[in-house]
């Protein structure tokens, strides 16, 4: 019996072109056009009301001698430091706790994921309300009168606690489903062959949860380097501009200095370096899993 003869290529072409068109024309529209009006500007000695002459790549040559640019860089990596790892690890045991306990499951899973719907302005109210120096609970429980947000050495690790109480519920999730489509015929036959606690953990679940882990850490890098909001409201990039980060930086260059050609030069070469970890972070995961 002969094979039915192959549908002419284009025949299937013009149906997908037009299920994709609607997708690609916002993403035309939304993304790609102002990202090269972004270029552009970047490229041009303008402010928020007017476009000057084009300069080339100046913008970009003061930026490489600019250390407030390096210096508020070098503050959102640390950010990145401070809850990338922790807000992997706690959401997967979270998790664990979750699908451990299942009487009290869906009122930890509540509990833990709470946080994340409330909108950054509240949660900036809870985390000053908690740190207030006189009438704040944290104080109140060590004993002292620390102006937290103030001190230098203890202000982004503050930023950093709030952000990880308020978004480690969406990695939490993301553990749980991974925990529930492991088949439990895996741990059914460990158990048989006597294999216990950690055991179970370091050969059946771990493996299986690898990919989620992996995902979990890869999202939460890029959402810490887009951090603004927490640091805007919370400590307005103080004290001596120990917390503004590169897009705090971006703000203040284009809004309050009107400087939206240099501003633009701060976004594109902002978008470069996301783009280069990103890169870096899927060469890693390949490398990875060759040798898994």
Excluded at 5 to 34: I, W
Excluded at 136 to 157: E, K, S
Excluded at 220 to 236: E, P
Excluded at 278 to 286: E, F, K, M, N, P
Aim: no cysteine.
């Amino acid at each position: 019996m002969k094979p039915p003869p192959a549908r002419p290529r284009r025949q299937e072409t013009v149906p997908a072109l037009l299920l994709l068109a609607p997708f690609l024309a916002a993403f035309g529209l939304f993304f790609l056009v102002p990202a090269g009006q972004t270029l552009y500007l970047s490229l041009t000695d303008s402010s928020l009301t007017r476009t000057s002459a084009f300069v080339g790549l100046a913008n970009y040559a003061n930026l490489v001698n600019d250390p407030s640019f390096w210096a508020s860089l070098g503050n959102t990596f640390y950010f990145s430091l401070l809850t990338v790892l922790p807000l992997t690890v706690l959401g997967l045991v979270m998790a664990l706790l979750v699908d451990r306990f299942t009487r009290a499951g869906p009122w930890l899973q509540g509990a833990f994921f709470l946080p994340f719907v409330l909108p950054i302005s509240v949660m900036t109210l809870i985390a000053d309300w908690m740190l207030q120096p006189s009438a704040g609970i944290v104080n109140h429980l060590l004993g002292m009168q620390r102006a937290w947000f103030a001190d230098v050495h203890w202000a982004m690790p503050m930023v950093a606690i709030g952000t990880i109480w308020w978004t480690v519920g969406f990695n939490m999730l993301m553990f749980l489903a991974g925990l529930r489509n492991i088949p439990r015929e895996l741990y059914e036959a460990a158990a048989l062959d006597g294999a216990r606690g950690f055991a179970l953990f370091r050969y059946i679940t771990w493996p299986q949860l690898k990919p989620v882990a992996w995902t979990a850490f890869v999202l939460q890098l890029i959402a810490s380097l887009k951090i603004f909001g927490q640091t805007y409201i919370m400590t307005t990039g103080g004290p001596f501009n120990t917390t503004r980060v590169t897009l705090h930086y971006m703000y203040e260059t284009a809004f309050t200095q009107s400087d939206a050609g240099y501003a633009a030069a701060i976004a594109m070469a902002f978008v470069l370096i996301v783009v280069a970890l990103s890169l870096t972070q899927g060469w890693v995961a390949r490398r990875l899993g060759r040798q898994a």
